[in-house]
């Protein structure tokens, strides 16, 4: 029988990164002899089979089988993947899969696609690293991998100078980040010895002290730049709107979520006894989080900007859940956090990928000018309607399901605290109408400009990305309990660690 | 050699150092600047692993960790100047005061 450990190296994570490598040259030598498009469309196969394999591989996880079967391997020790990392990987290898369908359509004329399906496997490789780690320093070089194949994923483009702006900017404040972050490691380190989760905790039973509390600030405030919340979130929006669509989706649906998982399991896995102030300062800054981004998104002019504003809001969401979940020791409140990261990633790249599609039709992103799009390309406009009210929380969308659990955990834990966090959460849900509803309104207003600009049909590998997770958010939105199987696997994993 | 002594001094100066860091990044405007602040940053962890492995007896760990930080380290700068190259390319300049298009 096979431990979790090395199910998670050998079946998720070798064959990410060697699927990298390997798409990669083979991309790069079918590019030299048949030209670059066809290298790009063979590295998208290949980085196709690659994760569809994996994420098929991910439903043979042996659980919590055989502790110790194969202990005679040193370097298991830093992977300690549970159910918690099993849902991130249920989540993302569906959305890599869709994105690199969708760039089969969206990228096909730009050059060195075979380096961009490359990437994006590395990328997924370093998330999978972050969510199945089990020391700090696993932790820290998965994360580095997954944020430097990010930089280069966000200035892809970079013929154009607004990616390239937008990723040296990228670059400085998140190195800053996980730089921030690794310094509070470091301080663990010279405080307990260890790099390994479960020594330090126990050297750190008592009340904290003070490097313990220095420890937990930067590793908050580090990891905090990564999840985008308020006021470290300056990057996002350029970061976002600058990359190319299927980025962006990847980038808003999974990629900064990790970054908040990457805090959340240091919380689990070295501070487990100050549940209380954690959830403090999580409801704090998830409350500041979602009210600013929602407002700053109103005042967008250009539709990516405005959807990556969303992303800081949502996050927010997710964060309040999270907090009230540790503040008031309830399930409901991990439950909701961790369905609205499944929600959320599904509505926010169906957003973002149909956002792309009528940009690359359009060739504009200011709102403005969007004038009666929705009535020449009416699957894609319909799409982002969906999305759009999901993001909202309308009912009948997955996005009003998981925002419900969010309230409702708020209101069951009858303090005045849980009622004011769930009204602030409904107010914010109805302020984000007051940028969804225009941006709706505008593009199926008479016709304008833009819209006479579009001829030709969608490309199929476009369409059925889009109608894919259309069909998620509609399915969630009526039968969430579908979604919701690997939710409660991984909350039980969460009650485990904190004792509830 | 006194080793309370002596780790008292290291933390001191590995929180100079990262100071140090940081205000580089924050207050300079020159890119190549703020590349050099965040190397300076990951002297102070990586000082502050060599010290961790030091204090409990295990100056390998500490060594093979800080080893760690510094190929990361290496690799961030590298994307960084890269980019760097790039902003030239298409600004002539290397302040970021004078290529602001982006709004916050």
């Keep these: 029988m096979q431990s979790p450990e090395l199910f998670w190296a050998m079946r998720i994570l070798l064959p990410l990164f060697l699927g990298a490598v390997v798409t990669y040259v083979i991309g790069k030598i079918i590019s030299r002899i048949k030209g670059d498009r066809a290298g790009g469309v063979v590295a998208a196969v290949i980085a196709l089979v690659v994760t569809v394999a994996a994420y098929i591989l991910c439903f043979t996880y042996p659980g919590a089988a055989s502790a110790g079967a194969e202990s005679g391997i040193a370097w298991l020790g830093s992977l300690k993947p549970d159910a918690l990392s099993l849902l991130m990987a249920k989540i993302m290898f569906p959305l890599v899969i869709l994105v690199a369908i969708y760039s089969l359509g969206y990228m096909k004329d730009d050059s060195g696609t075979d380096k961009y399906y490359a990437l994006m496997l590395i990328m997924a490789g370093g998330m999978m690293g972050v969510v199945g780690a089990g020391d700090i320093i696993s932790l820290y070089v998965f994360f580095e991998i997954l944020s430097i194949s990010s930089y280069c994923l966000v200035s892809f483009r970079k013929e154009s100078w607004e990616p390239i702006e937008a990723g040296f900017k990228y670059v400085i404040i998140n190195a800053l980040g996980s730089t921030v972050a690794i310094f509070g490691l470091s301080l663990l380190y010279i405080y307990s010895g260890s790099v390994s989760m479960a020594e330090i905790a126990a050297h750190i039973s008592g009340l904290p002290d003070l490097p313990v509390l220095a420890a937990l600030a930067l590793i908050t405030g580090g990891f905090g730049v990564k999840a985008a919340m308020v006021p470290l979130h300056s990057w996002l929006p350029d970061a976002h709107s600058a990359a190319p669509s299927g980025i962006s989706a990847l980038l808003s649906g999974i990629v900064i979520q990790v970054g908040f998982f990457a805090l959340l399991r240091l919380i689990l896995g070295v501070f487990p006894l100050q549940m209380q102030m954690v959830g403090t300062i999580l409801i704090i800054l998830a409350a500041v989080t979602t009210t600013y981004g929602n407002f700053i998104a109103i005042a967008q002019k250009d539709i990516k900007r405005m959807l990556a504003y969303s992303s800081v809001a949502q996050m927010g969401y997710i964060i309040l859940g999270f907090g009230v979940g540790f503040y008031f020791h309830s399930a409901d409140g991990f439950t909701g956090g961790l369905f609205h990261i499944e929600t959320h990633a599904f509505m926010k790249a169906l957003a973002f990928l149909s956002v792309g599609c009528i940009i690359e039709k359009t060739g504009t992103r200011r709102i403005a000018d969007l004038k009666g799009v929705g009535r020449v390309m009416p699957a894609t406009a319909v799409a982002f309607t969906i999305a759009a009210l999901g993001l909202a929380g309308i009912p009948a969308f997955s996005g009003f399901m998981s925002k419900l659990m969010i309230y409702k955990c708020g209101f069951q834990a009858g303090t005045a605290l849980g009622v004011v966090l769930s009204s602030i959460a409904i107010l914010n849900s109805i302020i984000s109408l007051g940028y969804y509803m225009p941006a709706i309104h505008t593009l199926f207003s008479p016709a304008g400009e833009a819209a006479a600009k579009v001829k030709g049909t969608v490309s199929p590998a476009i369409l059925l990305p889009i109608v894919i997770m259309v069909l998620i958010t509609l399915v969630l939105g009526w039968h969430p309990d579908l979604g919701l199987g690997p939710v409660n696997a991984a909350v039980l994993e969460i009650l485990n660690i904190i004792g509830g | ?104």
Excluded at chain 2, 37 to 58: D, H, I, P, R, S
């Design chain 2, 1 to 104: 050699m006194n080793l309370a002594v002596n780790w008292v001094w290291m933390l001191t100066a590995i929180v100079v150092i990262a100071g140090l860091g940081i205000f580089c990044i924050v207050t300079r405007r020159n890119m190549f600047r703020m590349l050099m602040g965040f190397t300076m940053l990951t002297k102070a962890v990586t000082l502050a692993f060599v010290t961790g492995g030091t204090l409990w007896g295990q100056p390998g760990l500490g060594q093979t960790l800080a080893i760690i930080v510094i190929v990361i380290e290496a690799a961030v700068t590298a994307v960084g100047l890269s980019m760097i190259v790039n902003i030239y390319r298409h600004y002539g300049a290397v302040n970021t005061n004078q290529i602001k298009r982006l709004r916050g």
